[in-house]
């Protein structure tokens, strides 16, 4: 099993998430194996990121432990409207650099290693050196680790780019 050292952990996953009680069992023995430790990210969407977020305030935990990153998608249309998609993409790479997750979990039925908002966090995370974990269904003792040869060489080398500008902290 996997030992996280400061509890770190990025939820991510489909906007259309049916099952909010993984989420919540899966977070619920990760806050039994590193208590007060834990510190919960995630994107501020729906479905599973709602999740997340719901069980991080049922629980009442801090700003600290529970850190959140909204897109104002309306504002970014209006302010950005050739280039508002990459609003997502920006926000997946700010979670990772400012927040050093150690294990994204991904929550997907449906998940694509060629496209969507989960499969680029995923990819982003796995070219940063951090595991995931997807959790493809309702069942929290079914899942897999995700590896990068499952992404688009095209894909992978695009977005190992951005992250590099990003890291060198070149907006473009």
Not at 54 to 64: A, T, V
Not at 132 to 146: E, I, R, S
Not at 169 to 172: A, E, T
């Given at each position: 099993?996997l030992?996280l050292?400061?509890g770190?952990?990025?939820?991510?996953?489909?906007?259309?998430w049916?099952?909010?009680?993984?989420?919540?069992?899966?977070?619920?023995?990760?806050?039994?194996?590193?208590?007060?430790r834990?510190?919960?990210?995630?994107?501020?969407?729906?479905?599973?990121?709602?999740a997340?977020c719901?069980?991080?305030?049922?629980?009442?935990?801090?700003?600290?432990r529970?850190?959140?990153?909204?897109?104002?998608w309306?504002?970014?249309?209006?302010?950005?409207?050739?280039?508002?998609?990459?609003?997502?993409?920006?926000?997946?790479?700010?979670?990772?650099?400012?927040e050093?997750?150690?294990?994204v979990?991904?929550?997907?039925?449906?998940?694509?290693?060629?496209?969507?908002?989960?499969?680029d966090?995923?990819?982003?995370?796995?070219?940063?050196?951090?595991?995931?974990?997807?959790?493809?269904?309702?069942?929290?003792?079914?899942?897999?680790?995700?590896?990068?040869?499952?992404?688009p060489d095209?894909?992978?080398r695009?977005?190992r780019?951005?992250?590099?500008a990003?890291?060198a902290?070149?907006?473009?």
């Open positions: 099993m030992e050292a400061k770190r952990v990025l939820v991510c996953g489909s906007r259309r049916p099952w909010p009680s993984t989420v919540e069992a899966v977070l619920g023995r990760l806050s039994d194996r590193y208590g007060d834990l510190v919960v990210i995630e994107g501020a969407a729906t479905g599973a990121d709602a997340a719901g069980w991080c305030r049922s629980l009442g935990l801090s700003d600290e529970h850190r959140c990153y909204p897109v104002d309306t504002t970014v249309k209006r302010e950005r409207p050739q280039d508002w998609r990459m609003a997502g993409p920006e926000r997946n790479t700010q979670m990772l650099l400012q050093s997750p150690e294990l979990i991904a929550f997907h039925d449906h998940f694509d290693p060629v496209r969507g908002g989960t499969s966090m995923c990819l982003r995370a796995l070219l940063s050196g951090v595991p995931v974990w997807l959790v493809p269904g309702p069942d929290v003792q079914v899942g897999a680790w995700l590896r990068l040869g499952i992404f095209v894909r992978a695009r977005v780019g951005e992250l590099a990003a890291r902290g070149d907006p473009g």
